[in-house]
């Protein structure tokens, strides 16, 4: 029996990539089972006995908690572990930075996630160009906005909210991958491509990056 | 200069929906600012001043911070006022209820939101059919994995988490009077509606509800 955590995630998934990070910031062994979302292992009967809803990912703790939905899980591990917290000591710094990981995981990722891209694409057949422009109008919203309350405020250090990495920006990155991965220019957005490119420096940003995974 | 809170709302966003409740079962006083959002008054300059994102709800504290993303404010509140909890006091719990308000605040909302749901009937010119089965291909997949997590577990008592209502309540009603608005079928979802009822009766989520709201 593992006494680490486990995350059930999958390569890609911007979602478990933010728990990635968030151990690696915390500095907390780990193992992770990759599922193969394309094969619709998500889908299968034993990792819905995990996670009923099928999506990663879910995080197992040492003590056999089962913990699901990326926030919750960054929310949990900063409870379980107050040692390196993700989230600032402060209320209303807290609220700030929730309220950054929550434009990304709630406003940005939702609609341009892979079931949403896929159904899109069955939607119009034929149409080559239907997926990518859904994909631009609904990241242009989201990194406008993500760029506009970061932008709001000027002296917030060089991440997210203030010199030390965390909870915000184990969302950022992911967000700022996926939009490399589908083609999404970033050239508009100075102050998220400066936190990404501080991020890219850290050996946790780089340890949990996708590229950076080894099947076991 | 009012010492209450002041929500930056509108009347049938569930997002704000869900901040109403949550003042109400915490007993804070607060008013609200009714936003037309037809009319473009959340895209409107001295909106943007206070919400870059052009989005509701906004919750603006007696000490002047401003708060936004509902999730966010909910938090903010449980840290603000320990007194009556939002949230379970143990780890686990707060993991369960943070996890079913972001199946409804990250998986349902925010692809069957206002914003898509016009775009997608702009992408359709002509088919009237095509916002609804939208609607209604999202609206099952997200009540069939809510039903499945709150069914996982049994004897988690009348509300989402306990025998007192909370955070996760404070999301499931407003995306319950979502589906009735729109007309989906909560009939197969027993423990949903069994949520829905018990908290129906109570006065703060009477007091939060969209029908009993009065513009001042």
Redo the contacts between chains.
């Keep these: 029996m593992a006494k680490t955590y486990v995350i059930h995630g999958a390569l890609r998934s911007s979602a478990t990539y933010r728990v990635r990070i968030a151990l690696h910031l915390k500095g907390l062994p780990y193992s992770e089972i990759f599922l193969d979302l394309g094969r619709g292992e998500h889908d299968a009967g034993s990792y819905?006995e995990i996670n009923?809803?099928?999506?990663v990912p879910a995080l197992v703790a040492p003590d056999g908690?089962i913990?699901?939905?990326s926030?919750?899980?960054l929310?949990?591990l900063d409870?379980?572990h107050p040692e390196k917290l993700l989230l600032p000591e402060d209320?209303?710094g807290?609220?700030?930075v929730?309220?950054l990981a929550?434009?990304i995981?709630?406003?940005i990722?939702?609609?341009n996630n892979m079931?949403?891209r896929n159904?899109i694409r069955d939607l119009f057949p034929g149409d080559d160009g239907a997926q990518g422009r859904w994909m631009a109008?609904w990241s242009k919203?989201g990194f406008d906005?993500l760029e506009?309350?970061l932008t709001?405020e000027t002296d917030t250090g060089v991440f997210c909210h203030g010199d030390r990495p965390g909870y915000a920006d184990a969302c950022l990155v992911p967000q700022v991958y996926n939009a490399g991965m589908t083609g999404f220019d970033l050239a508009p957005y100075s102050r998220v491509r400066a936190i990404a490119d501080a991020c890219a420096t850290l050996p946790a940003f780089r340890a949990a990056h996708p590229d950076n995974q080894t099947f076991k």
């Design positions: 819905r009923p809803q099928g999506l908690t913990v699901t939905q926030l919750a899980i929310d949990y409870e379980s209320r209303a807290r609220a700030r929730r309220s929550q434009i995981a709630c406003d990722h939702p609609v079931r949403v159904h109008k919203a906005a506009a309350r709001q």
